[in-house]
Nanobody, 126 residues
């Protein structure tokens, strides 16, 4: 499966952004999907994830109440709605997929994901 993340940009603190991750190749609607982020010199960290049916979602503590993950299986796309952005949210954001079909999570670690997109830069100015 190929993943293409988009929607990043430069915003001010308090603004919102919606990231998209378009999938192609294998059957997207069977995959557990996640978003991670990474800043220079740091490990890639978990942000949010959603299972194949959207019945289960998972969030890092630092985004709870501000970010929301969703998916449209008919469009082979997963989204990350980011509200009340903070300067510390500045990072490259990556979408990823777990290869095990119909997996419902959780999956908080990068080595649980087999497929990765190329990343999209989010910069939040103060």
């Amino acid at each position: 499966v190929q993943l293409q993340a988009s929607g990043g940009g430069l915003v001010q603190a308090g603004d919102s952004l919606r990231l998209s991750c378009a999938a192609s190749g294998r059957t997207f609607d069977r995959f557990f999907m996640g978003w991670f982020r990474q800043t220079p010199g740091k490990e890639r960290e978990f942000v949010a994830a959603i299972n194949w049916s959207s019945s289960r979602t998972y969030y890092a503590d630092f985004v709870k109440g501000r970010f929301a993950i969703s998916r449209e299986n008919a469009k082979n796309t997963v989204y990350l709605q980011m509200n009340s952005l903070k300067p510390e949210d500045t990072a490259v954001y990556y979408c990823a997929a777990v290869a095990s079909e119909f997996y419902s999570g959780p999956a908080y670690y990068t080595d649980q994901y087999e497929y990765w997109g190329q990343g999209t830069q989010v910069t939040v100015s103060s």
